[in-house]
């Protein structure tokens, strides 16, 4: 399974390939499934382009992408988007319009209390778990770990040369995963390699200008869509 993240904390100061309005985001969104993609990531963003985990913010995103496409979508709960652990989950239980998952990152002040939330509200849950935090051990701690939706393995290592290893330390920590399947990405220069050794390991993963905003080659990629088609190919190597 590949699924396409349209634009994370990237800014229009990335360029302006990077989606941030409900409308572009849609666009960008149809043009990746057209491509072959199977899951759609999203951060939602206030007109003034600022993330939030408002339903201001949330239902015009997921709206605009759904009269678009016929794939789950799924959306951010970082901190950042919404530092107080209460506030956010205020937030989450404030939305009209619900994403079919949405990741919450385990080394995050909360994390267990919205993961909680949100299948209450049946909403899937990935459980991010970061390379470099005590995330994989707070999971498997965790009773909720079984009923997650999976586990998105982020990598955050983005040195070329050394984040497959980075990557298969963080399988490594993550053990039987409570059983769940799991989705192994890396970030800036780390994308690629740990794309190419999910691919070899049989995983999920994902890709998009959240991760990267470059091809393997080091050419700028024009689109989200223009990602998901060369990680269709790069899978296979």
């Known amino acids: 399974m590949l699924q396409v993240c349209l634009n994370g904390r990237r800014t229009g100061a990335d360029g302006a390939g990077v989606p941030l309005s409900p409308a572009s985001l849609a666009r960008s969104a149809a043009e990746a499934v057209a491509a072959g993609a199977a899951e759609i990531h999203v951060h939602p963003r206030t007109p003034c382009g600022r993330e939030s985990l408002s339903p201001r913010a949330v239902g015009p995103a997921l709206e605009a992408i759904r009269a678009r496409v016929r794939v789950p979508v799924g959306m951010t709960t970082g901190a950042w988007a919404e530092p107080d652990p209460a ?99 890396g970030e800036e220069g780390g994308t690629w390699p740990v794309l190419r050794l999910a691919g070899r390991l049989g995983l999920a993963t994902r890709i998009g200008l959240e991760d990267t905003l470059l091809l393997p080659d080091g050419e700028r990629a024009l689109s989200n869509a223009e990602l998901v088609r060369e990680a269709l190919l790069q899978r296979g190597r």
């Open 87 to 185: 506030a956010r989950l205020e937030r989450v239980r404030s939305w009209s319009v619900r994403p079919d998952f949405a990741s919450v990152n385990w080394h995050e002040p909360g994390a267990g209390e919205l993961a909680a939330q949100l299948l209450d509200l049946d909403i899937g849950v990935e459980a991010g778990i970061w390379s470099g935090t005590d995330g994989a051990a707070r999971f498997a701690a965790s009773p909720l770990g079984p009923r997650v939706l999976r586990v998105l393995a982020e990598v955050t290592d983005p040195d070329p040369a050394t984040a497959e290893d980075s990557a298969r330390s963080l399988l490594a920590e993550l053990g039987t995963a409570h059983g769940r399947p799991v989705l192994l990405h």
